[in-house]
C-alpha cells in the first residue's frame, strides 16, 4: 500500500507533517498480469460526505471538510497451491509396491483485488490567532490507520486570521479521524477535542 500526499493551498500556504508508518508486505506474493482478462479493471465513486466541524476544547480552532473514496477493482494472477492424493509405485525385491501419497500441486487462478483510493479535503479555522504564542496557532491532526494494520499521521496549521485549506490522498484507509487543538508554529500544544470521525469503512 501507499500513502501519497498532495496539498491544495487555499488562503495562504498550510503546513504539513506527515509520518509514514511502513507498510506490511503481503504474505503472499500475487503476480499482475497486464492481461487481466475480461473486465480486468473498473474504477467507480464508493464514498463521499462532509466531516466536521470539530473544534478544539477552547473553541478557538475549528476544522470541517469532505472526504471522497474510489473503489478499483481489477483482477489478480497467482499460484494457487492444493493438496492431491496420487498413487505412487515401485519395486522392492522384485515386488511391486503402491502407496498413495499426497503431494501439492499448483494452478493458475484469478482473484479480485479491490483498492480503496481516498482524499481527504479540510479548511481549518483560527479564532485566536493573536495572544500567548504557546496557543496562537489552529492544528488539525489526522490519523489514518489502513486494513494493513499501518497507522500513519498528518498535521495542518493555521497561524493567521484567514482560514486554511488543504487536502491530501491515499490508498487502502479504514479507518481516518482527526484531533484539533491549539499550539504555536512547531506542534499542538492544548486544547485538544478528541478523535472525531473523518471516514469508516464499510
Known amino acids: 500500500m501507499r500513502f501519497a500526499t498532495r496539498i491544495l493551498v487555499g488562503a495562504g500556504a498550510a503546513t504539513l507533517l506527515a509520518v509514514g508508518a511502513p507498510v506490511a508486505a503481503n504474505a503472499a506474493t500475487p503476480i499482475e498480469n497486464a492481461a487481466t482478462g475480461p473486465g480486468g479493471v473498473s474504477a467507480s465513486p464508493y464514498f463521499s460526505d462532509h466531516w466536521g466541524p470539530y473544534a478544539s476544547a477552547n473553541h478557538k480552532a475549528v476544522a470541517q471538510g469532505k472526504v471522497e473514496v474510489t473503489k478499483d477493482s481489477k483482477k489478480q494472477g497467482y499460484w494457487k497451491k492444493y493438496p492431491k492424493v496420487v498413487k505412487k509405485c ?14 501439492w500441486q499448483k494452478k493458475w487462478v484469478w482473484k479480485w483485488v479491490h483498492e480503496y483510493d481516498y482524499t481527504v479535503h479540510g479548511k481549518l479555522t483560527n479564532h485566536k490567532w493573536w495572544g500567548n504564542p504557546k496557543y496562537r496557532c489552529s492544528w488539525a ?10 497507522t500513519s499521521f498528518k498535521s495542518f496549521k493555521n497561524c493567521g486570521k484567514p482560514a486554511k485549506f488543504y487536502s491530501f490522498s491515499g490508498e487502502g484507509a479504514q479507518e481516518i479521524s482527526v484531533k484539533v487543538s491549539r499550539g504555536n508554529h512547531f506542534g499542538p500544544k492544548g486544547y485538544y477535542s478528541g478523535w472525531e470521525n473523518v471516514y469508516s469503512h464499510a
Request: proline residues 0%.
Open 90 to 103: 515401485w519395486w522392492k525385491n522384485g515386488h511391486k509396491k503402491c502407496a498413495w501419497i499426497k503431494t
Open 141 to 150: 491532526t489526522f490519523k489514518i490507520e489502513g486494513f494493513d494494520g499501518s
